[in-house]
C-alpha cells in the first residue's frame, strides 16, 4: 500500500516510512492511496477480534510486514475485553476502556508500539516517539511503549487541562518515558509537535515518529471496533462518536469505505464546535481551545479535518450525507451523567457523556429510533473529580487507577514555546 499527502506532495511513501515520518515533509497527513473495499459478507464472518484486526489492517501494511507478523501483533495488542451495555432498546454503548490504560486510546497505541518494534528490529538507531495530549493519549502511548529497547517516549501535557489520574498516568511511568508540563492549551502542545516535525536541523539529528492521531498507525486500529460493534450488536444503523481531535470518527469512516454498512455518524463535540459550524457552511478558523469538562476533546481545529475533506473530495454536502453534527454544553454533560445513573444504572465519563448527547439529539432531530452505538472512550473512574460531585457518590476506582494515586509526580515544566521543545530534545 502506498500512501500519499494530504498537503499535495504528489509524491508517495510505503506504510513503514508513512509510520515513521507521522507528518508528511509538507506538514500534510498521510492517506492510504485506496481503501480496500472488504464487502458486507466479510463483516459478518465469524472471526476474533484479534482476527478482525488483522484481517482489516493487511491491506494497509502491504509490502512491509507480513501477514504472519500482522496476525502476531494483532494477538499482543488486542488482548483485552470489549463489552458491549445495552442502555435501552434502541442505544448502546461500546465500552472502549478494558485496556491497561482504561481509555480507548490503548487500542491504537498498543498496536502502534508493537509494530514500531518489529519494523526496528534490525534498526541501529534510536526512535524518539513525540507526542501531545489532552489526557488519554500520553498514557496510552506511554503504557504501549514502556520499556521497549530503542525506543523513548516524550509527552507534552497542558498544565491544570488534564484530570488528576490522567495527570499521574502521565507523570509516573518513568523508564524510557518523559513528560512534558506545557504551560498552555492542547494546541499549544500539538502545534509544538508538528513544528518539531518540520524543523530540518532536529529531525536531521534525531530519528523522531509521533503518536498523535496525525500519525496514520493511529487511525488504522481504530476502524476495527467499529466492525465489531456492528457484528456484535446485530447490524446498529448509527454510531455517536465523541470527538476532540475526530481520529477516532476518521477509523470510523475508513471502515465504512472498506464496505461497514454504516447509514450514519454522529459527531458529537463539546463547547469547542469548529466542526458542527464548518458543516453548517462556516469557514474554519483557528481560536484558541476552550476549556471544559471532557478536557481530552477540548481541540479547536481537529487534525483529522484535513483527512476527512480529502476522503470526501472537499466537498461539505459529501461529508453532511454521512455526518451530522452537535456541540454540547457541559450543564448539558453533567444532567446527561445524572440523567443515565438515575434511570439507566449505568456510569459514564463526561466524553462518553458527550457521545451519548449527540445520540439523543439525532433521535430528536430525525425521529429515528434505528439501533444506534455510542462509544464510550474512557472509565468513569479517570474523571473522579468531576463525576463524583454530580452523581454524589464515590467511584470505585478500579487497581490500576487507585495504584498511579499513590505514585509520585514526575515532569518537566516547559513554556508553550517551540524554542523550549527544541532546546531538550536537542541536549536529551
Given at each position: 500500500m502506498r500512501y500519499y499527502s494530504t498537503g499535495g506532495d504528489s509524491s508517495f511513501v510505503g506504510f513503514k516510512d508513512a509510520l515513521f515520518q507521522g507528518l508528511a515533509p509538507d506538514g500534510g497527513l498521510f492517506m492510504p492511496e485506496n481503501i480496500p473495499l472488504l464487502g458486507k459478507d466479510f463483516f459478518k464472518t465469524d472471526l476474533t477480534y484479534p482476527e478482525l484486526a488483522a484481517e482489516m489492517i493487511k491491506p494497509f501494511v502491504s509490502g512491509d510486514l507480513s501477514n504472519q507478523q500482522i496476525d502476531e501483533i494483532a494477538e499482543l495488542a488486542f488482548d483485552f475485553p470489549i463489552p458491549i451495555a445495552q442502555v435501552n432498546e434502541s442505544d448502546y454503548i461500546m465500552e472502549l476502556f478494558h485496556g491497561p490504560t482504561l481509555a480507548f486510546k490503548d487500542f491504537a497505541a498498543r498496536f502502534m508500539a508493537r509494530t514500531m518494534a518489529m519494523l526496528l528490529e534490525n534498526e541501529n538507531r534510536e526512535l524518539t516517539i513525540l507526542v501531545a495530549t489532552s489526557g488519554d493519549t500520553g498514557s496510552a502511548v506511554a503504557n504501549g511503549f514502556l520499556g521497549l529497547e530503542g525506543i523513548k517516549v516524550v509527552i507534552?501535557?497542558?498544565?491544570?487541562?488534564?484530570?488528576?489520574?490522567?495527570?499521574?498516568?502521565?507523570?509516573?511511568?518513568?523508564?524510557?518515558?518523559?513528560?512534558?508540563?506545557?504551560?498552555?492549551?492542547?494546541?499549544?502542545?500539538?502545534?509544538?509537535?508538528?513544528?518539531?516535525?518540520?524543523?530540518?536541523?532536529?529531525?536531521?539529528?534525531?530519528?523522531?515518529?509521533?503518536?498523535?492521531?496525525?500519525?496514520?498507525?493511529?487511525?488504522?486500529?481504530?476502524?476495527?471496533?467499529?466492525?465489531?460493534?456492528?457484528?456484535?450488536?446485530?447490524?446498529?444503523?448509527?454510531?455517536?462518536?465523541?470527538?476532540?481531535?475526530?481520529?477516532?470518527?476518521?477509523?470510523g469512516l475508513l471502515a465504512k469505505r472498506m464496505g461497514l454498512p454504516i447509514e450514519k455518524f454522529i459527531a458529537a463535540t463539546n463547547a469547542n464546535d469548529v466542526f458542527?459550524?464548518?458543516?453548517?457552511?462556516?469557514?474554519?478558523?483557528?481560536?484558541?481551545?476552550?476549556?471544559?469538562?471532557?478536557?481530552?476533546?477540548?481541540?479547536?481545529?481537529?487534525?483529522?479535518?484535513?483527512?476527512?475533506?480529502?476522503?470526501?473530495?472537499?466537498?461539505?454536502?459529501?461529508?453532511?450525507?454521512?455526518?451530522?453534527?452537535?456541540?454540547?454544553?457541559?450543564?448539558?454533560?453533567?444532567?446527561?451523567?445524572?440523567?443515565?445513573?438515575?434511570?439507566?444504572?449505568?456510569?459514564?465519563?463526561?466524553?462518553?457523556?458527550?457521545?451519548?448527547?449527540?445520540?439523543?439529539?439525532?433521535?430528536?432531530?430525525?425521529?429515528?429510533?434505528?439501533?444506534?452505538?455510542?462509544?464510550?472512550?474512557?472509565?468513569?473512574?479517570?474523571?473522579?473529580?468531576?463525576?463524583?460531585?454530580?452523581?454524589?457518590?464515590?467511584?470505585?476506582?478500579?487497581?490500576?487507577?487507585?495504584?498511579?494515586?499513590?505514585?509520585?509526580?514526575?515532569?518537566?515544566?516547559?513554556?508553550?514555546?517551540?524554542?523550549?521543545?527544541?532546546?531538550?530534545?536537542?541536549e536529551s
Open positions: 507534552l501535557y497542558p498544565s491544570n487541562r488534564v484530570s488528576v489520574i490522567q495527570e499521574k498516568q502521565l507523570t509516573t511511568m518513568g523508564r524510557n518515558i518523559t513528560a512534558l508540563e506545557v504551560n498552555g492549551s492542547f494546541d499549544d502542545c500539538q502545534k509544538m509537535v508538528k513544528q518539531a516535525f518540520l524543523d530540518n536541523e532536529l529531525t536531521e539529528s534525531r530519528f523522531f515518529s509521533s503518536a498523535n492521531s496525525i500519525n496514520i498507525g493511529r487511525l488504522l486500529p481504530q476502524s476495527v471496533y467499529y466492525a465489531w460493534a456492528w457484528k456484535q450488536a446485530e447490524e446498529p444503523k448509527v454510531f455517536s462518536v465523541p470527538c476532540g481531535n475526530f481520529g477516532n470518527l476518521t477509523g458542527p459550524k464548518y458543516l453548517r457552511g462556516c469557514e474554519v478558523t483557528t481560536e484558541r481551545a476552550k476549556q471544559t469538562l471532557s478536557n481530552a476533546m477540548d481541540v479547536s481545529v481537529p487534525s483529522n479535518l484535513v483527512r476527512i475533506k480529502k476522503l470526501y473530495n472537499n466537498e461539505v454536502d459529501q461529508i453532511k450525507s454521512d455526518i451530522i453534527s452537535w456541540s454540547f454544553s457541559d450543564d448539558e454533560t453533567k444532567r446527561t451523567i445524572e440523567k443515565l445513573k438515575e434511570e439507566a444504572n449505568y456510569l459514564t465519563d463526561p466524553h462518553t457523556a458527550v457521545g451519548v448527547l449527540g445520540l439523543k439529539k439525532y433521535r430528536v432531530e430525525t425521529g429515528s429510533m434505528q439501533k444506534g452505538i455510542v462509544l464510550s472512550t474512557a472509565h468513569p473512574g479517570k474523571f473522579a473529580e468531576v463525576v463524583e460531585p454530580i452523581i454524589k457518590e464515590k467511584i470505585d476506582l478500579p487497581d490500576p487507577l487507585q495504584s498511579v494515586l499513590n505514585k509520585e509526580k514526575q515532569a518537566i515544566t516547559i513554556r508553550n514555546q517551540y524554542s523550549d521543545l527544541k532546546e531538550f530534545l536537542m
